[in-house]
């Protein structure tokens, strides 16, 4: 069974219609570059895999158990505290406790602190959540964060790098980057190439960045005039096919 398949689907914010009538299969193991025009609906799309937003009309099938995360665009403003918090926010409420825990069990020499982790304890013991906090200490290892370190102080590579982290900690079968290459340099991107190739995450990505999409990409799907079309093989492939129609 495919991971997510999408039938029929239309929706639109007013006219042109962003999509109309598009279908898609999203298969195990698939790394998707999602092309085309800006504002054409790539990260409207990738909304509606997330189910931020629903269509107006048609069918979202998603396979049981499935977990999809997204890593968006831009770094929101509202974001603060520390690597090890923002990452841990991507678990959801279980992260916050999580999070006290990390943060009070720094501070044990003072007695309201104390009392908080315990507190923070005993909501992670309710929720059988200890195995979390090796699965966030797993991730900031994986992309070589400091967890302490104050998410507002980092370069914007850096910070989309601990943006990374709080999508990889939800274990996704299925993430989805919007512009992931924006704000890195060189040496960043090359790094990112390699550890989302390393992954066995299906990948769904928006980029502009044809390096990174022709060394990733096992498929392309392009959005246009509210169409998708689907393109089997890699970037280069895509061209070729595009040219002889």
Same mark, same amino acid.
């Given at each position: 069974?495919?991971?997510? !398949?999408?039938?029929?689907? /239309?929706?639109?914010?007013?006219?042109? !219609?962003?999509?109309?009538?598009?279908?898609?299969?999203?298969?195990?193991?698939?790394?998707?570059?999602?092309?085309?025009?800006?504002?054409?609906?790539?990260?409207?799309?990738?909304?509606?895999?997330?189910?931020?937003?629903?269509?107006?009309?048609?069918?979202?099938?998603?396979?049981?158990?499935?977990?999809?995360?997204?890593?968006?665009?831009?770094?929101?403003?509202?974001?603060?505290? !520390?690597?090890?918090?923002?990452?841990?926010? *991507?678990? *959801?409420?279980?992260?916050?406790?999580?999070?006290?825990?990390?943060?009070?069990?720094?501070?044990?020499?003072?007695?309201?602190?104390?009392?908080?982790?315990?507190?923070?304890?005993?909501?992670?013991?309710?929720?059988?959540?200890?195995?979390?906090?090796?699965?966030?200490?797993?991730?900031?290892?994986?992309?070589?964060?400091?967890?302490?370190?104050?998410?507002?102080?980092?370069? *914007?590579?850096?910070?989309?790098?601990?943006?990374?982290?709080?999508?990889?900690?939800?274990?996704?079968?299925?993430?989805?980057?919007?512009?992931? /290459?924006?704000?890195?340099?060189?040496?960043?991107?090359?790094?990112?190439?390699?550890?989302?190739?390393?992954?066995?995450?299906?990948?769904?990505?928006?980029?502009?960045?044809?390096?990174?999409?022709?060394?990733?990409?096992?498929?392309?799907?392009?959005?246009?005039?509210?169409?998708?079309?689907?393109?089997?093989?890699?970037?280069?492939?895509?061209?070729?096919?595009?040219?002889?129609?």
């Amino acid at each position: 069974m495919s991971l997510v !398949t999408l039938r029929d689907i /239309t929706l639109g914010f007013g006219h042109p !219609t962003l999509m109309e009538g598009i279908n898609l299969r999203i298969e195990e193991g698939e790394r998707i570059a999602l092309l085309g025009r800006n504002g054409c609906g790539k990260s409207t799309l990738l909304k509606l895999l997330t189910k931020e937003i629903l269509p107006d009309t048609g069918e979202i099938q998603f396979r049981t158990g499935l977990v999809v995360a997204r890593m968006s665009q831009d770094v929101a403003s509202d974001i603060s505290g !520390t690597n090890y918090a923002v990452i841990a926010s *991507g678990l *959801g409420e279980i992260g916050q406790h999580i999070n006290d825990y990390h943060q009070f069990s720094l501070q044990s020499d003072d007695p309201a602190s104390i009392d908080r982790m315990h507190q923070a304890q005993e909501k992670i013991d309710s929720a059988n959540a200890w195995h979390y906090i090796q699965r966030i200490e797993i991730v900031l290892s994986k992309l070589l964060l400091n967890g302490d370190e104050d998410f507002r102080s980092l370069s *914007g590579g850096q910070s989309r790098r601990t943006l990374l982290g709080r999508a990889l900690v939800q274990e996704p079968n299925i993430l989805l980057l919007d512009e992931p /290459t924006n704000h890195l340099d060189i040496g960043m991107i090359e790094w990112l190439e390699d550890f989302l190739l390393a992954q066995n995450t299906s990948l769904v990505f928006v980029s502009h960045d044809r390096r990174f999409v022709r060394r990733l990409a096992t498929r392309i799907v392009e959005l246009e005039r509210g169409q998708l079309t689907s393109w089997p093989g890699d970037y280069d492939e895509y061209r070729k096919n595009r040219e002889l129609m």
